[in-house]
């Protein structure tokens, strides 16, 4: 009971903390409106990867709960990849009855795993719909090892997997106080994840967070001090953002969490604005 | 609404000290539901998000059961599910990927056609019929599968169309003990896609609610059933397994209804024999 407890509290502090109190209402009853809110596609296929991660399901549900309860976008969540398309097919190859696509989405929260199977016009469309249309890609933990064998979309997405040297707490350095998806945590924090290590780091990024990595116990497959966990970026007229957080299911329900993402998706979705452009790395005070 | 509010202003002083932590440890649970919504052949209902998010909501705060969601069907197999060499994994390895054994009970909000080789589908029934597991299907549930006659056994119903598209229809609770049902008024008006059953009997099930048909319009034009026996929500037994079906669920808001919660949680309970 302890454990549901708190859960619920945590909820309930973000609903009150977060959202306005004309959010919490509800959308109204009757025939539906236009739709007014914006549309994520919570895409999380793991079919080809550990098909289920403990958080995996836990964070698609915190995505869709914090777009509900503020009122701020409709998710559809899918396992599958047949909605990255403008026109998606069903597993026949006819096309699909309506529903989720690219055509209406206006960004991507990404949770797949390892190669997604997704077809080479399919991989055309995604990286369009992010570098030419202009629409949002967040990316959360296991994201960053997805697609190994397509060097597109590490250049999307802004870095690549390269291992988990800990699974522990550690410190974290805040680099974005500036930014809506990071100004709310403090200028270090403590927390204990698997902090996954990028690679290839693109150069248009900017690190958010990263780890400090001078208080980890050494480890013989760190291959640089410079360790981001978030980072925002602009790829063609797209809004990027990725963070390593958070391998632990109980992680999302985090308030600093799940406000982080919350704030990515809007800053990707155009409702906010921050500074992506990259700059040298704060010195930890 | 207002509750919720009372509720948040009475814990926010607790609420302050459990948020200073920024580490918990992860949680485990005694029971598995895989959320099963293969969407990928049919029309994908604006609900049914929100519905296996609710879901996973009820089973996370009630620590009662995890779940993992799925809009693709590669879960629904008894046998290991494993990589093709190379898939993206460098080293090989083979992870242990979840299949039927691992969970307790489904929850089924699938539509239409849904892409099963005849392995996967012997292995469904299975897991119900031998294993004695749970199967608990909602709303567009009933629309799937119709080319394959033992998943409608296994269901106890079929769609027969919603003569009524979205309307306020009464609801009629004929059992009042069940876990499932004993929380609800012994009748109440609901505006839902009520939906028509075909190829159901009550030999078969056990009706927990059903329409008043005083209160739908019985000469709306695809109106078929001559007995006027609307079925909203059942119980039945398939071989070992206990299965639930309830055709309330099309409109999101309504899963936002503790109402209709509890009914699908303790849906869900009971066809995991909790």
Redesign the interface.
């Known amino acids: 009971m302890k454990g549901s407890r708190f859960v619920f509290v945590v909820a309930l502090v973000l609903g009150a903390a977060l959202l306005p109190l004309d959010a919490q209402q509800g959308p109204p009853r009757g025939p539906r409106a236009p739709r007014a809110r914006k549309v994520v596609l919570a895409w999380a296929d793991t079919r080809n990867g550990i098909a289920q991660h403990d958080f995996t399901s836990h964070a698609l549900s915190v995505i869709e709960r914090l777009g509900y309860e503020t009122g701020l976008y409709d998710t559809f969540i899918r396992t599958d990849s047949n909605i990255i398309a403008k026109e998606p097919k069903r597993t026949t190859g006819e096309p699909a009855s309506g529903g989720p696509s690219l055509a209406m989405a206006d960004a991507i929260f990404f949770l797949g795993h390892r190669d997604v199977p997704i077809d080479e016009a399919q991989k055309k469309e995604l990286l369009a719909y992010v570098r030419d249309e202009g629409k949002g890609f967040v990316a959360a933990h296991t994201g960053l090892t997805a697609f190994e064998s397509w060097p597109e979309f590490g250049e999307l997405l802004g870095g690549r997997y390269d291992g988990h040297p800990w699974h522990q707490p550690g410190t974290v350095i805040n680099e974005g106080a500036d930014f809506p998806a990071t100004k709310h945590f403090p200028s270090t924090f403590s927390i204990s994840d698997e902090f996954y290590q990028p690679k290839a780091f693109s150069p248009n990024a900017r690190v958010l967070l990263r780890l400090d990595v001078s208080k980890m116990p050494p480890h013989a497959d760190l291959r640089n001090k410079d360790f981001p966990l978030a980072w925002a970026m602009n790829y063609g007229k797209g809004r990027v953002f990725y963070s390593s957080f958070a391998h632990d299911n109980a992680t999302w329900d985090n308030r600093d969490v799940a406000l982080m993402y919350l704030e990515a998706i809007k800053w990707a979705l155009r409702l906010t604005e921050g500074d992506a452009s990259p700059r040298p790395a704060r010195t930890a005070q | ?1 207002a509750l ?2 009372a ?3 009475a ?2 002083a ?2 302050l000290t ?2 200073g ?7 485990t649970f005694p029971k598995h539901v895989l ?1 099963w919504a ?7 209902h ?1 609900s049914i ?2 519905a ?2 609710t879901i ?2 009820l089973g ?4 009662q059961y ?7 069907s ?2 629904i197999t008894k046998s290991p ?1 494993l ?2 060499q190379g ?4 080293s090989g390895e083979q ?4 299949n039927l054994d691992y969970f307790d009970a489904i929850f089924f909000f699938g539509v239409r056609e849904i ?1 099963l080789d005849a392995q996967q589908r012997a292995d469904l029934l299975r897991f119900v019929r031998e294993d004695g597991k749970g199967f608990v299907a909602t709303h567009a549930g009933a629309t799937a599968f119709f080319s394959w006659p033992e998943f409608g056994e296994m269901l106890g119903g079929r769609f027969d169309e919603h003569p009524w598209g979205i309307s306020e229809a009464k609801v009629i609770v004929e059992d009042r003990t069940s876990p499932i049902s004993r929380h609800l008024p012994a009748s109440f008006a609901v ?1 839902d896609e009520h939906y028509q059953l075909k190829d159901f009997s009550r030999k078969d099930v056990h009706v927990l609610a059903r329409l008043d048909p005083s209160s739908v319009d019985l000469k709306a034009p695809l109106v078929h059933r001559a007995d006027r026996d609307f079925a909203v929500a059942y119980t039945k037994s398939y071989g070992k397994g206990r299965v639930f079906y309830s055709t309330l669920g099309h ?3 309504l899963w ?1 209804e503790r109402w209709l919660q509890q009914m699908y949680f303790e849906a869900l309970k009971w066809s995991m024999r909790q």
């Open positions: 609404m919720r509010i509720c948040a202003i814990i926010s607790l609420s459990v948020l932590a920024n580490s918990q440890a992860p949680r959320a293969d969407v990928r052949n049919g029309y994908q604006e998000t929100h296996v998010s996973e909501k996370w705060e009630s620590g995890d779940t993992i969601i799925r809009t693709d590669q879960s599910i990589f093709r898939t993206g994994i460098a992870f242990l990927a979840r892409d505006t409109p999101r808001e936002d």
